[in-house]
């Protein structure tokens, strides 16, 4: 059974940093894309980041510059690197793990199928 954890959110001042981590059990990271996504009260899901199993990755306009995906297939661990945050980051972060069977979601530039989340990990940025 896939499970997907995250883990890093908390409140931060804008400008500040913060890097969420995703770790995964029951799941090849090198096989398949992996991806971040947010949603706000009142707002879609909408992707944040994805990198493919080529190790490609692609980010929102709204984080291009400041945000960074990368993952440690040795650890089954997917990151986000976030800084220079902003109060419109202010947002729960999910995880989701592609699936050959998954739905199709498009971020920034990649379109990849996913079918695995995570519980989610609250940011809050303050002004």
């Known amino acids: 059974q896939v499970q997907l954890v995250e883990s890093g959110g908390g409140s931060v001042q804008s400008g500040g940093s913060l890097r969420l981590s995703c770790v995964a059990s029951?799941?090849?990271?090198?096989?398949?894309?992996m991806a971040w996504f947010r949603q706000a009260p009142g707002k879609e899901r909408e992707g944040v980041a994805a990198i493919d199993s080529d190790g490609s990755a692609d980010y929102a306009d709204s984080v291009k510059g400041r945000f960074t995906i990368s993952q440690d297939n040795a650890k089954n661990t997917l990151y986000l690197q976030m800084k220079s945050l902003k109060p419109e980051d202010t947002a729960m972060y999910y995880c989701?793990?592609?699936?050959?069977?998954?739905?199709?979601?498009?971020?920034?530039?990649?379109?990849?199928?996913?079918?695995?989340w995570g519980q989610g990990t609250q940011v809050t940025v303050s002004s």
């Open positions: 029951g799941y090849t990271f090198s096989r398949n894309a």
């Open positions: 989701a793990a592609g699936h050959p069977w998954g739905a199709w979601y498009r971020v920034a530039g990649l379109l990849a199928r996913f079918a695995y």
